[in-house]
């Protein structure tokens, strides 16, 4: 009887650990972010970036290029708000395309979104706060 | 007795396996039919006659005039989008690209894209939008016309599109794909955007490949 029970308790250790080990490194905050914004990412972005951010040939380029994210930090939210246009460089491409911008977007849902992205498709491990994308807006072109 | 209950055993297996084979599956045909009678060696015969997509000449990427004559003998898949399309056009042309993909080369497949924004859509723009999607043979048409001709054309198709400044882009479809015989019947129609339904028009363009061997 005590064996078994020091297996059966062990076990539910061992399944624990497995659990929490394969768990990702981000924080619970960031989690959060992300898994709402992956909806407003499925309603607002995927049509042109793909379901896995992959993008579409030279007309929409794909999300996946960590140093762009990582270079242009300060600048997504207005992309997001505003749209973009011109020459741009992604995973060594160079796309010249128009993206329309998503004007009635909340800051807290631009923080979800680029979390999402930054973090799914980026190497990004942490999240964007509502206040960090309000003084990024706050200085779009 | 062994045996013979062995090979009774076995007889019950393989007649399950050969009514599970079904005859050669083929593709439904779609749209309104009518039948006529003619006469034949003065006997009175009923033939059935289908739907079918009319006549048409279209300016393509090329500004060359396209018409029926290049998909003779073709089996050919239509979408209707515009390039400006932000709403489904994407993901519909990011998975009709898979079909093209698949069937690059064949001479029996061919692709039929009408832009239903037919002010901004000039040949030159559809150019350079089936440039950058990644196709780069003529199997894959993209045209242009008049909004009568256009959308009167989506109607045989049985696409929905209509020009509403309320949508996003300021044109409203659906984002039907159509495979159509080289008869010009409509034999299929896949919702573009359902990934379950595109992997159908790929298994049914299969199936109607072999019809027309």
Not at chain 1, 113 to 137: D, N, P, R
Not at chain 2, 24 to 32: A, S, V
Not at chain 2, 109 to 118: E, W
Not at chain 2, 147 to 164: N, R, W
Request: aromatic share 12%; hydrophobic share 35%; charged share 20%.
């Amino acid at each position: 009887m005590l064996i078994r029970s020091t297996l059966y308790i062990s076990s539910i250790i061992g399944a624990l650990y497995l659990l929490f080990s394969c768990q990702s490194d981000l924080s619970i905050k960031t989690m959060q972010y992300a898994t709402n914004g992956q909806k407003l990412y499925v309603t607002h972005c995927q049509n042109c970036h793909g379901a896995q951010g992959e993008g579409l040939g030279q007309l929409y380029p794909p999300l996946t290029d960590d140093q762009f994210f990582t270079q242009h930090r300060e600048q997504l939210a207005c992309i997001v708000k505003n749209g973009m246009a011109g020459e741009i460089t992604v995973n060594g491409k160079t796309y010249n395309q128009q993206m329309p911008g998503v004007p009635q977007m909340s800051a807290i849902d631009i923080a979800y979104v680029l979390t999402y992205v930054t973090t799914t498709f980026g190497k990004s491990k942490t999240h964007f706060s509502q206040e960090e994308i309000e003084a990024f807006l706050a200085k779009c072109k | 007795m062994n045996r013979l209950l062995g090979s009774a055993l076995f007889a019950v297996l393989l007649s399950g396996v050969f009514a599970c084979s079904s005859p050669e599956r083929k593709l439904p045909i779609y749209g309104e039919r009518s039948t006529v009678e003619k006469e034949v060696d003065g006997k009175v015969q009923v033939d059935t006659v289908y739907q079918t997509i009319p006549d048409f000449a279209f300016l393509n990427q090329d500004s060359v005039l396209l018409t029926q004559d290049f998909f003779k003998d073709k089996i050919y898949v239509a979408n209707f989008f515009f390039t400006h399309c932000p709403s489904i056009c994407p993901t519909m042309q990011r998975n009709l690209l898979k079909a093209y993909e698949k069937y690059k080369g064949n001479p029996k497949i061919a692709f039929l894209s009408h832009s239903i924004d037919f002010k901004y859509d000039q040949p030159y723009i559809l150019k350079d939008y089936a440039n950058k999607l990644g196709v780069d043979n003529d199997q894959w048409q993209f045209v242009t016309g008049t909004k009568q001709a256009i959308y009167g054309m989506a109607d045989k198709y049985l696409v929905y599109t209509k020009e509403d400044a309320s949508v996003p882009g300021g044109y409203d479809h659906s984002g039907y794909l159509v495979i159509i015989d080289p008869e010009k019947r409509m034999r299929g129609a896949y919702d573009g955007t359902n990934q379950e339904q595109v992997d159908k028009l790929l298994e049914d363009l299969d199936v109607i490949l072999k019809e027309y061997q």
